[in-house]
């Protein structure tokens, strides 16, 4: 091991399924050849931090630290590591680890990986795969890495592939950490996946996080029909400030079909779904336009079934399909978007509410709630 020793630092311990998240004291081991100790500066929340937490997906074990839309700067370089552009004091984003080497991988589709699940969720990067940088004081090992970073802490070592050099002024940093994972899913979907054209109508499902990016980038890419649906007026609201051409509340106008088409009289070619929900997926299928495609990036419910009219898929050639993180590739996709935004095309700083890392419980009742679209947690004050 390399570097500082055991390191002591604060971090966001969830001791077991359905335990809250608690601040705490932690020591981290060494850096590995190819691993860099990163100062957090900002963690987004995403609703898949919530889900592990609660256990219903699979995670490598218990006492768990999770986050995973870190970005910070870098205190210690691994002497293994590829990118050695990558010098301490530089500020890295924190992604999701790909295995840069499956058929994926080399097609430049790191989203689609083939060793997703293991690399981000249920494996450390660390040789030993079980083995993790973090442990308490007394000693218990910690999972951490998850998504090769574990960044609700202080200070995280990090797997080197997760790490992706950005150039932003400290003070935008805030805005920028859920380019990480949810802005990525978002824009990545439409800039890899549907890549619509100019002319081309658009309805995204669900204003969070995820359809706002969504939004920015088919308005980046010339999209001008851009309906949003959603079930809060303010998120609505701001959908139309910050892009869409029209709104859906689908609480007080739950029949989409009927909402898209008095819209687009025959159908929407391109569906974005950030919500899982079956009945909306079910719906969407039926509002696309003659070679619509719908794209699924919202976690649905386990065993959800989509019903659709075979015969109208089939003679109106509609496509669906699920894209997990944009099919995209970080290292590429992150200072693209970095550069948008630079540009006004891609305003995450009207998503963002900031709070002291202090407050996650706070966050993530505001996050359920509906009241906040991005929150995310400051580690100035740790
Ligand atoms: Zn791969
Ligand atoms: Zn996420």
């Not at 570097?3 to 601040?23: C, D, M």
């Not at 109106?316 to 590739?329: H, Q, T």
Request: with cysteine; glycine share 12%; charged share 20%.
């Amino acid at each position: 091991m390399e570097g500082p020793q055991g390191v002591k630092t604060k971090a966001y311990v969830v001791s077991k399924p359905e335990e809250p998240f608690v601040l705490q004291d932690v020591v981290l081991d060494g850096v590995g050849p190819h691993e860099l100790l990163v100062e957090i500066q900002y963690t987004g929340l995403c609703h898949t931090d919530i889900v592990a937490q609660h256990g219903l997906m699979p995670i490598g074990g218990f006492p768990a630290v999770l986050g995973h839309e870190g970005v910070g700067i870098v205190r210690h370089v691994g002497s293994g590591v590829g990118n050695k552009d990558i010098k301490p004091g530089d500020t890295v984003l924190l992604s999701f680890r790909a295995c840069q080497t499956c058929r994926k991988c080399k097609a430049g589709q790191h989203g689609g990986c083939l060793g997703l699940t293991r690399m981000n969720f249920t494996e450390t990067a660390r040789p030993g795969a079980k083995d993790s940088p973090i442990s308490l004081p007394d000693g218990t090992q910690v999972f951490g890495q998850f998504f090769g970073q574990s960044s609700l802490s202080k200070m995280a070592v990090v797997a080197e592939h997760s790490a992706v050099k950005i150039d932003a002024r400290p003070e935008e940093l805030g805005f920028l950490a859920p380019l990480a994972c949810g802005y990525l899913t978002g824009a990545g979907t439409v800039m890899n996946a549907m890549q619509p054209r100019k002319g081309d109508t658009m309805a995204v499902l669900g204003m969070g996080a995820v359809g706002m990016a969504a939004m920015f980038a088919a308005r980046a890419l010339g999209v001008e029909t851009i309906i949003a649906v959603d079930i809060f007026d303010e998120k609505l609201q701001k959908a139309s400030a910050l892009g869409a051409s029209h709104t859906i509340n689908s609480k007080t106008q739950p029949d989409l079909v009927k909402g898209i088409k008095a819209i687009c009289p025959d159908g929407v070619d391109y569906i974005l779904d950030a919500t899982g929900v079956a009945a909306l997926l079910s719906a969407s299928v039926e509002a696309l336009a003659h070679g619509g495609l719908l794209t699924l990036v919202g976690v649905p419910p386990p065993n959800a079934t989509v019903q659709f009219n075979a015969m109208d898929v089939l003679t109106s050639c509609k496509r669906i399909m699920g894209v997990i993180e944009g099919f995209a590739d970080s290292q590429k996709i992150i200072p693209e978007l970095v550069e948008l935004f630079h540009a006004g095309k891609f305003p995450v700083d009207q998503l963002a509410t900031v709070y002291e890392a202090q407050k996650l419980p706070e966050a993530i009742q505001d996050l359920k709630a509906g009241t906040v679209i991005k929150p995310i947690l400051s580690w100035k004050d740790i």
